[in-house]
C-alpha cells in the first residue's frame, strides 16, 4: 500500500500519544484504471492485492476488481508529493484522516452513521459528517469535507472518563494544527470544559454533562468564523440529520440498523458538484483483512 497523507499520531484512538505534521491533501490523481468497459477512472491507488484495487477518487473510495480491469497505471511513490503544508488555522481534508486511521491495525471499523441534529452550541446547524469509530468513539468532521470548518472526537460510554484515552485524543488532534500559538490554545483548555482561541481558530472540551454533548465527552478544533459562514437555516439543517432518538442508545452506542443514503443525508455535498458520500467507512474482517463499506465495486 502507498504511503501517503499518513499522520504519525498512530493509533491515537487506542495506543500512544505522538504528535504528527499537519498536512493537507488537495486531491491528487496521479494514477489510473483501464477498465474493460472502456473507462478510464483516476484517483490516488491506496491498496492493490490479488483480488481488486482500492482507489481514493474525490470523494469516495472505490473498490476494483481485477478481472473488471484491462491496465493499472500506476504513478511510483518516489519524487511525487501528495501533500502540502496547512496553512495558520486550517484543517486537513478527510482525505488525511481516513488514510492514517486506515493504516492502524487497532481501528478495527470507522462507520458513517447518520449525523445528529444539533439546534445549540458553535455547532448548531454545521453541516457534518459522522463516523464511529470502534463503536465507542466517534469523529465528526464539519462544513466541506475538502476544506472543514471544524473536527471533533469523541468518547461514549464507559470510557468516556478515561483521562488516558482523552490526552490519546487530544494528541491525535494535535497533530493537525500547525503553530505554536494553536498547540498552546489546546492544552491550556485542559480536560474538564473549556474553550481557548488562537486567532480564528478555537480548540474546545466538552464534558458529558453538556446539553449538547449526547451524553459523550468532546474534543473540537474549528475555525469560528468558518463555522458561521456554513451554518444552515433551520429546515435546511434538518433534512441532513436525524435525532439522537433515533440513531443513539441511552448509553450512546448507535441502534443496530442498515442506514440508506437518505439516513446519511447529503451533508457530504456543500458546494460541490458530487452528491456521493465521501465515505462510507472500512472494518477489518476475522481475519484482519481490511475491507472498505458503501462506496465498493464490491457488496
Not at 75 to 94: A, H, I, Q, R, Y
Not at 215 to 241: F, H, Q
Request: proline share 4%.
Amino acid at each position: 500500500m502507498k504511503s501517503v497523507f499518513v499522520l504519525p499520531v498512530v493509533a491515537a484512538m487506542l495506543a500512544c500519544p505522538v504528535i504528527g505534521h499537519a498536512v493537507d491533501d488537495a486531491f491528487q490523481d496521479p494514477d489510473s484504471l483501464i477498465l474493460k468497459d472502456g473507462r478510464t477512472v483516476r484517483g490516488l491507488i491506496v491498496k492493490n492485492s490479488a483480488g481488486e484495487v482500492i482507489l481514493q477518487e474525490r470523494y469516495a473510495e472505490m473498490a476494483y476488481p481485477k478481472s473488471e480491469i484491462a491496465r493499472i497505471q500506476d504513478v511510483p511513490d518516489e519524487g511525487t508529493e501528495f501533500t502540502n503544508m496547512l496553512d495558520k488555522g486550517e484543517l486537513p481534508s478527510w482525505r488525511v484522516i481516513v488514510n492514517d486511521l486506515r493504516t492502524h491495525d487497532n481501528i478495527k471499523s470507522f462507520v458513517e452513521i447518520p449525523a445528529v441534529k444539533v439546534d445549540v452550541g458553535v455547532f448548531r446547524n454545521v453541516p457534518y459528517k459522522s463516523f464511529r469509530i470502534n463503536d465507542h468513539l466517534e469523529f465528526n468532521i464539519y462544513g466541506d469535507p475538502e476544506n472543514p470548518a471544524g473536527v471533533e472526537l469523541g468518547i461514549f460510554g464507559k470510557r468516556a472518563g478515561d483521562k488516558k484515552l482523552q490526552m490519546m485524543l487530544r494528541a491525535y488532534l494535535a497533530g493537525f494544527l500547525t503553530s505554536r500559538a494553536e498547540i498552546a490554545a489546546l492544552y491550556s483548555v485542559g480536560l474538564e470544559e473549556g474553550a481557548k482561541k488562537a486567532g480564528n481558530f478555537v480548540a474546545e472540551v466538552t464534558p458529558t454533562t453538556a446539553e449538547d454533548a449526547f451524553g459523550a465527552w468532546w474534543i473540537s478544533l474549528y475555525d469560528a468564523k468558518k463555522m458561521e459562514s456554513v451554518r444552515l437555516t433551520d429546515a435546511k439543517y434538518a433534512a441532513m440529520t436525524l435525532t439522537a432518538d433515533e440513531v443513539l442508545e441511552r448509553d450512546g452506542r448507535v441502534k443496530s440498523r442498515e442506514w440508506t443514503k437518505a439516513d446519511l443525508g447529503l451533508a457530504s455535498r456543500m458546494d460541490s458538484d458530487s452528491d456521493e458520500v465521501i465515505q462510507r467507512g472500512f472494518y477489518r474482517d476475522e481475519n484482519g483483512v481490511f475491507r472498505i463499506l458503501g462506496n465498493s465495486k464490491n457488496p
